[in-house]
């Protein structure tokens, strides 16, 4: 650290991102991506705006909120489009967290959220998950605070109903509710309808996911359309060019191509549910998943050795240190060959310990 950095950020501990090798020699199931490329549509429109990147990208991302806006029957003014829904969480920590409206979100959850009430100096409090790692709704009412859940969670993958997710807003109508579905296309299903009953719920979504597009960067934000206007002016305040021309164009052709996403998303929850029945012949015990990714322990082997073996073997998968989970392990769900590869590696370590 210099001796100029703000004493503002001196104790920050930033967000830690999953490994990302140079190399392409590991079997890559430890960041959540799709394992399939983008639609050939995105790719395509992508490639058109290569030669007019000397114009600034539409600061109003127009073509994609048109086209979000007939897909999910929401008005345009009910939509904003950000640099990932990383950059959409931050607007969100800005725009509706302060001293007195402090954050919450659970103990288990997306690390970013931490990272964000910290860096943005908001006073924050964790809800502790069930022992199943379930969310307990009750412990989320009238919190007067703003509140953050992912849903399907992350790590866990353990996803809410619309039920569930509507008392919790009902239960807090002076305060957001702030529901991060990154993973909601592998099997959860969307609060965005409770958007138009509810002024006081934004719904985040994300391309990087059921969209292979994580390297574009491209996440959107659905709500009311008071609260679009007050994250527009956070975003107008920070970067109006938040999208760039390309990442727009490939985010609109893959709209265009909302079957190829479906069909990859049917493919990954065939593999998850092969992958869970598999994982639990093997003696791991798999949280109830509705996302591109398991969570599992095994009953012999300890969550620390399987990360580290896996590694050695050429198969990267996501350990956090962390109490209550450090016996771990996140597996991106991939191509039914790569889960094989999985399994098989597993095996190996099963016998070898
Ligand atoms: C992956 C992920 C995101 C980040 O998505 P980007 O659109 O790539 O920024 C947000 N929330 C959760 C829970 C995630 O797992």
Redesign the pocket.
């Known amino acids: 650290m210099s001796k100029f950095f703000s004493s503002k950020y001196r104790d920050l501990t930033p967000y830690t991102p999953g490994e990302q090798p140079k190399d392409f020699k590991y079997i890559k199931l430890n960041t959540?991506e799709s394992p399939f490329p983008p639609s050939k549509k995105a790719i395509e429109k992508a490639k058109e705006q290569l030669d007019i990147l000397n114009l600034y990208s539409d600061p109003t991302c127009s073509s994609l909120v048109k086209k979000t806006s007939e897909l999910l029957n929401v008005n345009e003014d009910e939509i904003i489009f950000g640099n990932?829904?990383?950059?959409l969480?931050y607007l969100s920590f800005l725009a509706y967290c302060d001293n007195q409206n402090g954050a919450v979100f659970p103990d288990i959850s997306?690390g970013?959220y931490k990272v964000f009430a910290k860096l943005c100096s908001i006073p924050y409090a964790e809800i502790s998950l069930k022992d199943d790692f379930t969310i307990d709704i009750n412990d989320y009412f009238n919190l007067n605070k703003t509140i953050f859940i992912?849903n399907p969670n992350?790590p866990t993958g353990i996803c809410l109903s619309t039920s569930q997710i509507e008392k919790i807003v009902k239960n807090n109508l002076n305060s957001i509710v702030i529901i991060?579905e990154?993973?909601i296309d592998f099997g959860g299903e969307s609060a965005i309808f409770l958007t138009k009953k509810y002024d006081n719920l934004l719904v985040i979504q994300?391309?990087?996911?059921s969209r292979s597009m994580?390297g574009a960067?491209?996440?959107f934000a659905v709500g009311n359309k008071e609260l679009i206007k007050d994250l527009n002016t956070i975003k107008y305040s920070i970067n109006p060019y938040n999208v760039n021309r390309m990442s727009m164009a490939c985010g609109v052709g893959a709209l265009c191509d909302e079957e190829y996403t479906r069909q990859n998303c049917k493919t990954i929850i065939d593999n998850r549910e092969f992958t869970t029945k598999e994982l639990l012949k093997l003696g791991f015990s798999v949280l109830d998943s509705k996302a591109n990714f398991v969570f599992a322990t095994h009953n012999k082997v300890c969550g620390k050795t399987i990360y580290e073996k896996l590694k050695q073997k050429g198969i990267l998968v996501r350990y956090f240190n962390k109490k209550r989970i450090d016996n771990y392990n996140r597996i991106t769900i991939g191509t039914l060959e790569q889960m094989k590869a999985l399994l098989n590696a597993l095996k190996d370590i099963l016998e070898e310990n």
């Open positions: 959540n990932g829904s990383d950059e969480l997306y970013f992912a992350a991060d990154a993973y994300t391309f990087s996911k994580a960067r491209l996440g």
